[in-house]
């Protein structure tokens, strides 16, 4: 007997049980899960919505929920009333009885009679009462923690680091759906051309306020465009792009990309330079260089080498004071992306923190002797955590007295402003672009 498809709404409550068990990232479950029920665009769309959303509004669901749970319930049975009240509060296309009816047969196949009566009298219950409002929550930091879904924690260091203001903006940006941005490649052509040949596809695209080379994308996926497919650009985040400028390349120079895949600033860089001098790419895992390697063979790219090396033992493979410009983009907590990974936020610790800032020291001490007298060390993570970001630029100048502070002249002019000497936080509410810092070093001539 063949089995009948899974509806959205199961397949959904699988990823979120996934990706809540295993720690699994959801963005990859949810791309294997759509390829494999192959899913139609719009149902595609309505599982991405569901599972997203419901992930990101988690604490808010649990504390509208709370009021009608008398005793804990299975976690199945949890996530099941997340994602049907997540839908009820949050969608507005699907009707409220359809959501509950779905939420009762998928309790009745899941488990049996009693949890299907008990889903759907919580639910019909926040439906008749209303639901409970976040000025109960008294204290400012518990009340963004709640509201936006954020562990305390966090919201606590943020607010300690940038003032609740800046916390609460943030938290909020973090609960859109980031916008896909496309870099184009001008060693192929102009934005004009590219935007050109997005409209004549049927794509909704703009150029970028922010970046010459960028274009905005407002409906459709540009991964299936000609433009992609062709090399005339390629999809990267606008935050990120700033870290090519933060170089100051110039033609004909070697240089180290330490912490490369998947290689969205690799190729930038190949870009810079015209298609001269050199890109050294590092990355440890053989199967991310592969991935570079085909970035920079569709973008047409010939100055890219690639190594599957720890970059903290790339003094092995390099002579000293070999390059021109390194960049070390170096791991981090993700805390600038949590708009893409929001599973991220609840996996997190503070002592994870700590922990990385050990690797990026680590990376920076062994780029250090790679560099000429007068090269440019660029640091750029994509958090917005002042320990892993000023924190780490400070203990590295401190312990290597050969370098010093650089300041960003040459940034586009719609973000020169944002920039504070050697220094640049870009915050998700700054332009919609990710969380993104980058910091500027110059080794000392003599």
Not at 199 to 212: W, Y
Request: net charge neutral; hydrophobic share 40%; charged share 25%.
């Amino acid at each position: 007997m063949k089995q009948k498809k899974k509806s959205v709404r199961e397949l959904a409550l699988d990823l979120l049980e996934s990706v809540e068990k295993n720690q699994s990232y959801s963005n990859l479950l949810l791309h294997s899960a759509i390829e494999k029920n192959s899913l139609s665009g719009r149902d595609a769309g309505l599982l991405t919505e569901i599972t997203y959303g419901t992930i990101q509004r988690k604490y808010t669901l649990d504390f509208f929920l709370a009021p009608f749970i008398k005793k804990k319930p299975e976690p199945w049975v949890q996530q099941l009333l997340r994602l049907s009240l997540y839908q009820m509060v949050y969608l507005d296309k699907v009707p409220e009885r359809a959501v509950i009816h779905e939420a009762v047969e998928i309790a009745k196949k899941r488990g049996h009679k009693g949890i299907a009566g008990l889903v759907n009298g919580i639910l019909r219950s926040a439906q008749r009462n209303g639901l409970r409002s976040f000025s109960e929550i008294k204290d400012e930091a518990e009340r963004i923690s709640i509201e936006t879904s954020h562990p305390l924690w966090l919201v606590q260091r943020w607010m300690s680091q940038f003032g609740a203001e800046k916390t609460r903006e943030m938290c909020e940006m973090n609960l859109t759906a980031p916008m896909q941005t496309m870099r184009v490649n001008e060693t192929k052509a102009d934005r004009e051309e590219v935007l050109q040949r997005l409209e004549a596809e049927g794509f909704e695209a703009e150029p970028s306020t922010v970046l010459p080379e960028a274009v905005r994308i407002l409906k459709g996926n540009a991964a299936r465009s000609s433009v992609f497919e062709s090399g005339m650009a390629t999809i990267q985040d606008e935050s990120s792009m700033l870290v090519a400028y933060a170089l100051d390349i110039e033609p004909e120079e070697r240089i180290l990309d330490a912490c490369a895949a998947p290689g969205g600033k690799t190729t930038h860089i190949a870009e810079k330079l015209g298609n001269s001098g050199s890109v050294s790419a590092l990355d440890l895992h053989e199967h991310k260089m592969k991935l570079i390697q085909q970035n920079a063979e569709r973008l047409g790219l010939t100055n890219i080498e690639t190594k599957a090396l720890d970059s903290r033992k790339a003094g092995d493979v390099f002579p000293q004071e070999s390059f021109d410009r390194i960049l070390v983009d170096a791991p981090c907590s993700g805390l600038g992306v949590l708009r893409r990974k929001p599973d991220i936020k609840y996996a997190k610790a503070e002592g994870d923190l700590s922990a990385l800032q050990k690797v990026q020291l680590d990376i920076l001490h062994a780029a250090a002797p790679l560099l000429k007298k007068g090269g440019v060390l660029v640091y750029s993570t994509c958090t917005v955590d002042r320990e892993e970001n000023e924190g780490t630029v400070n203990q590295f100048l401190a312990s290597h007295t050969d370098f010093e502070p650089a300041a960003l002249t040459n940034l586009p002019p719609a973000i020169q402003p944002l920039a504070d000497q050697h220094l640049l936080q870009v915050f998700p509410q700054d332009f919609g672009g990710d969380g993104f810092f980058i910091s500027k070093l110059r080794k000392k001539v003599q």
